[in-house]
Structures are given as C-alpha cells and as structure tokens.
C-alpha cells in the first residue's frame, strides 16, 4: 500500500469513528456534541475520501446508507425468535387485574415495572452481528416477515456498526419505526401539492415508507426508531432486568425512548399513565397507551406466555383519537369575512373522551379529495385541542343513496355570489349578509377585542335578526328598555349589559384596532400597527408603502388595512364610534428600553420541536427582541435547532453567543 493509500486509510477510519461517535451523541443519547455543520463537514470529507480511493469504501460506512438499486420483491425471513404482541387492557380495572395475577403468580406484593410509551408505528427487528447491521425485518405473521435491510439503513437513528469494544456476537433487537408528526405533515403537504394521495396517519406513512422497493424513497422519508426488546442474544451476558438491558442498548449506540421509567407497583404504573396522558399531545411522534413489562428477566420467565402474548407485560391504551361514525348532512358555515367553509355534520359519536358531532371539511378542494357524501360512514379524528377532521369515507360501507354533496353557488344567508379565490369560498355580500355581519360583530365584542362581558354570540344573532344592531356603532345606542323583549333577557341582565357596553368604550389602540376585523390584523399586527404608526389617524391615512415596512406586515396584508379604512362604510362606523364615546389613552412610544429583550438582535435558524419559527419569531419580538433573518456583527444571539447550517457557522466565526431551543425556552420563561 502506498503512504498515501495508508494515510487516506487512516483518516477514512478516524472519520468513521467521528461520525459514528457523533450519530451515538445524537440519537442515542439525545446530546449532540458537535454542530450539524461540524457533522456535515466530517460527512462530506469522506465521502470525498472515499470517492477518491472507491476500494476503501465498506457497506458499514455512514456514507453507505442508501447505496442499492431497486428490489423487485422483499424476500421472505424467519425472525429467531419470533415477534409477540400485547395484551391490551382498556381501562383502569383490566391494568389492576392484570398485576393481581401477576403478583399471585409470583407470590409477591408488588412488582417492578418498566412503564414505556406505546409508540404507534410499526414493529421491525433487526440483527446485529458482531456489531454490524445485517438484517432488518418487518414483524410479518410474527414468526417471519420482510427483509428490509436496505430501507432500514437509510434511517439515521438506526445504527450500521454498534459503539463501544464488546459487541455481542449476535443481537436480535426489537423496535418501533415511527414518523414524527412534523416530518408527516410536510410529507403529506408534499404529496397534495403533487396531486398525489396523503398518508391517513403517521403509522401508516411510517410502513408505507419502509415497504418502498426503492431505498431512495425510504431515504427522504422523515423515519426513526425506538428499541424496546430483544431476540436472539448470543456472546455477551445482558444485566437481570429489563430496564437495564434497555440502558445497554442504549451504551451501543442503539435509540431508547426518553420517556420510559422504572416504577415500583401498580399505583405508580398508573400515575405514568396519567402523566404520559397528559404529555401525549406535546410530543413530537404519536403515541397509543403506554406498556408496563414486568422488569425482571426471573420474574419474566415465571409468569411466561399465553398464546403470542407474554403474561409478564401489558399495554395500557389511551381512549382511541379515531371512531367511526355517519354524515348525516354537510352545510356551510359564513365566516367574518365571508369565507364558506362547508361542515359535516355527524351522528354523535365519542373521540378520545369528546363528543364530537361535527366537522370542518375546509374546502371544495377537501370534499372531492375525500369523496365524502352524506350517509357515507366516515372516520374521525381528533387530537389534543384541534377541530376534529375526517380522515377518511369507509366506501364499503356506502349506502347506495349516498348523495354527493353540491358545492353551493350562492351564500346560503344572503343570496349573494360565492367567489372564487383559489380553493377559498367566499360570500361577496359583505355587510349585506347578516352571517358575516354577525361574525365580525361577535369578533368585535370578544374578550381581547372590546371585551363586552355579557354579550355573546346568541344575543348578536338576536339583535341582529331583530333589526337592533346593524354595525358595531349600534350597540352603543342600546337602551336598557330596547333589550327588554329579547328572549332570556331579565331587567338585571338589560342593565348589566347596558354597562358593559358602556365600559368597553374605555379600551386601547391595539385592542380597538384588533375589534375591527380587518382581514389579516390579529393581536399582533394591531400591536405593531399601534406602537408603530401610534395613533389611529395616522393608521387610516397611511400609504401602502409606508404599512408594508412595519415588522411583520406583508403585501397582502397592507393592501387589506389600506381598502379597509378607505371604504366609507368602515370609515362612518369608526368615526360614529368615536363619536359615541369609544376612546383610548394617549399613544405612548414604543417602550423600547423597558422589555426585556429590547435593544437585542436575534437570529433563529434550523427547526424546532415544539414550536414553528415563526411563533418563535413573535414570541422573541414581544418581549422587545428583533429578529433578523441573518447573521452580522450586530447579531446578539443565535438560536440553532437541528439542520442548522451556514449562519450557525458564520455565528460561530463572530463569536456569538449561540443556544438550543432549550435556551430559547429559558429566554422566553424569563421574558
Ligand atoms: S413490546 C413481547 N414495547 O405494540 C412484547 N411493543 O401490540 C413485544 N409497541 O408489535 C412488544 N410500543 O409494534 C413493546 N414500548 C413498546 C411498544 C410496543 C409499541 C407495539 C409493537 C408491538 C405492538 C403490540
């Protein structure tokens, strides 16, 4: 070998350690050492290495993830043991029932447990041999599935050659794939923009994505894995419990969910249960129940199976995000600013704890994607605080007078045209149809606009219906006696509506400017509008350009807050308003120096988890920060999430201070 082929050698293997080590610090212990572009530059020095001399290059390389061609089928193979399931328990009494038996049988009073999350995605087995990844395999029947080791080291979290000295001669370990529900949403945007169909879930995606005959497309799929069992082990002795074994595995460089615990009797068991309840909707992938497995291997081996299912474990479920149920008819619903959005309306049926009886369909566009008609049986789902969505229609089960549903050409309130605007419905009545009149009244009465206690939305209608109140000005000409016939309306409740309203007059500039509903002015750009432009004069008289330069606000945007103050009906109703008595105190200067992050310039960069950059972006600007969108000597801070690249480099080389998204949790809590 030449010197230099030796020193090539020498640098690949160093590098391949580096990167190996790096993937460790990442995955598995969730503590990356090292940047993203550190990582990628280790990366690309290899590949370039190995491109230089092709004769180095091993399949445990990390730059031989995706490497093969196509398959035409997956071959066929016997796992070493084969793959059980879980019994379920539904509820509390079935979990307390399960640990008696355990502990009868056992003959002790309580029991370790190791409680996990039940990942929902999909069971895969892979073996290691003397520490190198040879085999992947989907669960199949349990006792033989798919081999699909060439998509299985695609996936980053998977190791190709396990860490540390003493790998065992064979290891059979056991796991979930799963896609996070961020990676699953932009894939599924993905695909509707390609016109192709969107994955119904992210456990479905997750196995549509590992049963691709072409690795390439396994590879741009956003998948991970969680180990939580073993096969086969031969050449190396394992600790005496579950829970530890799990910790070992997680020493070899091999992903461990964060989230399991040891606890000792069944009260405890249940406590994470109601703890991993409640975290459910903030974790980044999509969980089912949680898993108790009785923690030592002795105690394992004494309890033994029953059927496929070990007596030693049981996976506890959550009450389903999805049920079925039937459309018993679809209408549509007139916004603020006369969207329509048709709606489903539903045979009552019980959601993850909710009763759910109807559902946004959100556009035409959505409708004939799903092919939804009324009578159809549908699937529903709903998690954590979101409306609730049909996934999908059970066609099977379509009654033969199943009727399609006929996108309305005319606002069913007022007669008027609906128009067009891409996928947007919109009503072009108005103020001349009652829906959105009413709409941006109760906009305008709402708790952050003019937060008119006592009037809520069924009190509108009636006013509205009844001819009392026509714009926002009317309601401050309301006179006790005028309240006196409308229906569940007291002497009492006349008068303590009367002074709400007339205490709402006292209110601020962004709340007012808010209250009016201008289309694309939230809380924020009224504040921004407010303390920017500082008195409402100047708001009305400014110029497209002029709205365009304030933080935050877009084209689009400056272009609505300009035709709104210059249609004259919106112009009477605000001037009678004021007129009326509705005032606000003097416009104060942006503050500047008393927020907390004020005089700071801050950039953010890569992704984070728990919330989208944007929202971090108005999080930061309220407690007083810019945020610029590049890095200079002015930069006082950078926030760096995962895929950070050149600005996290270019930080670096200024010396700026950089954090996680940790530290931008912290800075926030402090804020
Ligand atoms: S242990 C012998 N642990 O649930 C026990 N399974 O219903 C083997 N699953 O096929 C499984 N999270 O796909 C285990 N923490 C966890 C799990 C888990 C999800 C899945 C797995 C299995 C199915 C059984």
Not at 282 to 307: M, T, W
């Amino acid at each position: 070998m030449t010197r230099e082929k030796q020193d090539a050698k020498s640098e690949i293997q160093s590098l391949r350690e580096q990167i190996n080590y790096h993937n460790y610090r990442y995955y598995a212990l969730d503590d990356p050492e090292i940047p993203d572009a550190e990582y990628d530059r280790l990366m690309r020095r290899l590949q370039q290495l190995e491109t230089e001399h092709p004769d180095l290059v091993t399949p445990d390389s990390p730059t031989q993830r995706v490497g093969h061609a196509p398959l035409q089928q997956f071959r066929e193979v016997r796992h070493l043991v084969p793959m059980l399931s879980l019994s379920n328990a539904m509820n509390r009494d079935e979990v307390l029932a399960f640990d008696r038996r355990v502990r009868e049988k056992l003959g002790v009073d309580r029991v370790e447990y190791a409680a996990e999350p039940k990942l929902d995605g999909l069971a895969i087995s892979l073996i290691y041999r003397h520490g190198l990844l040879e085999l992947g395999a989907t669960r199949g029947d349990g006792y033989s599935g798919e081999d699909v080791t060439q998509n299985v080291r695609t996936i980053e979290s998977i190791p190709l050659r396990l860490m540390g000295e003493h790998a065992p001669e064979l290891l059979e370990v056991r796991g979930e794939i799963i896609m996070p529900r961020a990676g699953f949403e932009k894939l599924n945007r993905q695909r509707l923009k390609q016109g192709k169909k969107p994955f119904a879930n992210p456990r479905n995606a997750a196995a549509g994505s590992l049963r691709q005959l072409d690795p390439r497309i396994t590879a741009q799929r956003p998948l991970e894995m969680y180990c939580y069992a073993l096969g086969k082990v031969q050449g190396v002795s394992l600790p005496d419990a579950h829970y530890d074994t799990l910790m070992q595995l997680r020493q070899w460089g091999l992903r461990v969910n964060r989230e399991i615990r040891r606890v000792t009797g069944i009260d405890a068991a249940l406590a994470y249960y109601e703890e991993m309840a409640v975290k459910r909707d903030a974790l980044p992938y999509e969980i089912d129940g949680v898993v108790y497995k009785v923690n030592r291997y002795r105690q394992q081996e004494k309890l033994g199976f029953v059927s496929r299912a070990p007596r030693w474990a049981i996976a506890h479920k959550f009450p389903a995000h999805e049920e079925m149920t039937t459309v018993k008819s679809i209408d549509v619903q007139v916004g603020r600013t006369g969207a329509i959005t048709p709606v489903a309306r539903l045979e009552p049926v019980e959601v993850g704890g909710v009763i759910v009886s109807n559902a946004s369909l959100h556009n035409k566009d959505e409708i004939e994607r799903l092919d939804i008609r009324v009578g159809d049986t549908v699937i529903v789902h709903r998690a954590g605080d979101v409306i609730p969505k049909i996934t999908a229609v059970v066609k099977s089960k379509r009654p033969p007078d199943a009727r399609p549903f006929v996108f309305p050409d005319h606002c069913p309130v007022c007669g008027s045209e609906i128009i067009f605007d891409g996928v947007i419905a919109r009503c072009s009545g108005g103020l001349f149809c009652p829906a959105q009149v009413k709409e941006s009244l109760k906009h305008f009465a709402s708790r952050k606009a003019m937060d008119i206690e006592g009037l809520g939305d069924k009190l509108i209608e009636q006013l509205v219906d009844v001819g009392l109140v026509r714009n926002a000005a009317d309601f401050y000409v309301l006179r006790e006696e005028d309240l006196a016939g409308l229906e569940r309306m007291g002497e009492k409740s006349a008068h303590n509506l009367i002074r709400a309203i007339e205490a709402s007059k006292s209110t601020t500039l962004p709340a007012f400017l808010y209250a009016l509903g201008i289309p694309g002015v939230g809380e924020a750009t009224a504040l921004t509008l407010a303390t920017h432009l500082l008195t409402l004069e100047a708001i009305r008289n400014a110029e497209i350009e002029k709205l365009e330069q304030l933080p935050d606000i877009g084209p689009v945007v400056a272009d609505n807050i300009h035709t709104f103050f210059r249609q004259s009906h919106n112009a009477e109703v605000i001037d009678r308003l004021i007129e009326l008595g509705v005032h606000w105190p003097d416009p104060q200067p942006l503050a500047t120096e008393s927020l907390p992050l004020s005089g700071k310039t801050i950039v953010l960069t890569g992704k984070l988890e728990g919330m989208t950059r944007e929202q971090a972006r108005k999080r930061l600007q309220a407690l007083g920060a810019k945020v610029s969108g590049s890095v200079s000597k002015n930069t006082d801070l950078v926030v760096a999430g995962p895929g950070a690249g050149a600005k996290q480099s270019r930080a670096r080389e200024l010396g700026i201070r950089i954090i996680d998204e940790r530290g931008l949790l912290d800075l926030l809590d402090s804020g």
